[in-house]
């Protein structure tokens, strides 16, 4: 395990990743975590992250020296390296230059740390205060305008820094550098592959259910399908799995689940077809908060419905239901405080909230693992590609995506706009290019047209392709020209009620991802 402090910043979660991506175990721990604790994990090195404080700042978060003393090798970025110089008596120093964005450094000595990295090499920098002068037993490595120290180490310790931010994309040689550390400073070896991640989830999750039954909402979603394809290898026969179809969902959902999901995983499951209780639950409601109450309120219903059968079955034939599958992610848990111990912090997030005679003890088997892992280990369980690289799709669905209210002839002319749009941008290749591509139909607008010499009063639909790292933020996707038209003509030749589309070129902030 290699530990990442958190120093508050929002890169520590890029820096884990970027350490499984050089097939090494990494964990979250926050900077105020006694090193006893830290030790206690028995780590194989650990990083110190940048954070937005200057190391002389009154509340500026402080490194115990007792962690450089340790023995474990230990790297420091950004606000980290310059923690570790205060810490082992080198200058840091507010020399009133700043270096924020592309950077250029001078690798003068590469040593260890930067071996291959040109002489001349453009890096992240986001700093205001300088390393003047590293400690003693540390060699300088590299220099900057701004920066008379910007990388250093002292490889007998297993000590190294750099004033950039290595896990930034816009960083060269950025990933290079951190290999250098973890495999010739530090000695970590890339054992944690995808055949490992598997195997230990696996066993994992044999380990704490036993011989327990073990129920699973599946959304169609990559998480939960993932999560369930997991536990079912595990233990197969004991876990029943319930999709509700609330009949929001796209074209060939449903059936994708129903069809080639149990095909590729072999899960035993339990389709609730709740298509006309949840339509006649939204009959006339426009507001989008009061949608997603009412599809909350009915699904918790349906689902405690299907789970109280799958548990009095079982009761019947003298087995326990205790368990719940949670996709949750390893995100979910940094973000709410966690890591060990935080079992039920967002515990009923995902399936919205089931009551307290319900009780079930969770099974989160993804809740190490960042989305790009969660697909890895789904493509490695076998499960199909349309599922494993699905772009997130609310749990409201289609019904948020129809501006005023929700009938079944709404919700068909949307499936079949949407399935356009999707299968294009899938034919043009781009899918992995765009974070999620939402088409909007907006129901209570009429816009006039002409098509075939004859006027028509019908509705315009709205594409909404963004790119984006989390949902976060995000940015409108320059999505190129012709593959917009050929969306643009064959929705309004094939979706007779549509005769107009248009594209939404808004990011997030100031406009959300959803147009409710
Ligand atoms: P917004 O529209 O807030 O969406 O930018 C951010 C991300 O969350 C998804 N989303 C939802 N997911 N229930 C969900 O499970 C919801 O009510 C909901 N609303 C938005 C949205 O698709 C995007 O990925």
């Not at 089931?354 to 789904?378: H, S």
């Amino acid at each position: 395990t290699v530990l990442v402090v958190d120093f508050g910043a929002q890169y520590a979660q890029l820096i884990a990743r970027r350490v499984r991506e050089a097939k090494v175990y990494s964990e979250i721990v926050p900077h105020t975590m006694p090193v006893q604790q830290m030790l206690a994990k028995n780590p194989k090195a650990i990083i110190l992250s940048g954070g937005p404080a200057s190391v002389y700042a009154d509340d500026a978060p402080g490194v115990d020296p007792d962690l450089f003393t340790s023995g474990v090798a230990t790297f420091g970025i950004c606000y980290g390296f310059q923690a570790m110089a205060v810490a082992l008596g080198g200058q840091v120093a507010r020399t009133g230059l700043s270096e924020f964005g592309r950077t250029p450094v001078d690798v003068e000595h590469p040593g260890t740390l930067l071996h291959g990295v040109p002489a001349g090499s453009t890096v992240w920098m986001s700093h205001n205060d300088s390393v003047t002068q590293a400690p003693d037993g540390f060699d300088v490595l590299a220099f900057s305008d701004a920066t008379p120290v910007a990388a250093f180490e002292d490889p007998q310790r297993g000590l190294a820094g750099v004033q950039w931010h290595p896990e930034v994309l816009h960083t060269e040689h950025g990933q290079a550098v951190l290999e250098r550390f973890l495999f010739d400073i530090a000695g970590a070896r890339p054992t944690w592959t995808m055949v490992n991640i598997v195997d230990e989830a696996v066993e994992d999750i044999r380990a704490q259910v036993g011989s327990k039954q073990i129920v699973c909402g599946l959304s169609g979603g990559v998480d939960s399908s993932v999560a369930a394809a997991l536990v079912q290898r595990a233990v197969g026969d004991q876990l029943t799995c319930v999709f509700v179809d609330h009949g929001l969902l796209r074209e060939g959902e449903a059936e994708q689940v129903e069809r080639d999901f149990v095909a590729a995983t072999g899960v035993d499951l339990h389709v609730v077809d709740a298509q006309e209780r949840f339509l006649s639950a939204l009959k006339g409601v426009e507001d989008p908060e009061e949608k997603r109450k009412i599809i909350g309120r009915e699904f918790i219903r349906v689902f405690e419905d299907a789970a109280r059968e799958i548990v009095a079955k079982a009761g019947a034939e003298g087995d326990e239901v205790e368990f719940l599958v949670q996709g949750t992610l390893y995100p979910d848990v940094v973000e709410s405080g966690g890591g060990e111990g935080a079992a039920n912090i967002k515990s009923h997030h995902n399936v919205g909230g089931l009551p307290d005679d319900l009780q079930f003890t969770l099974v989160e088997p993804l809740r190490w693992l960042f989305k790009d892992e969660v697909r890895a280990v789904g493509e490695q369980l076998g499960i199909p590609a349309d599922i494993v690289w699905r772009h997130p799709f609310p749990g409201p669905g289609l019904a948020i995506r129809i501006i005023g209210s929700v009938d079944r002839e709404r919700l068909e002319v949307l499936r079949r706009a949407d399935a356009i749009a999707r299968a294009e941008l899938t034919e043009a290749g781009l899918d992995r290019h765009v974070w999620q591509f939402p088409v909007v139909l907006l129901a209570n607008v009429h816009s006039v047209g002409v098509q075939g010499d004859e006027r028509t009063y019908g509705h315009p639909v709205v594409l909404r392709p963004v790119s984006s790292e989390d949902a976060m933020t995000a940015d409108w996707s320059r999505l190129p020209f012709e593959l917009l038209e050929r969306i643009s003509t064959r929705i309004t030749n094939e979706v007779r009620e549509v005769n107009r589309v248009v594209l939404d070129v808004t990011s997030k902030p100031p406009a959300t991802i959803e147009w409710e």
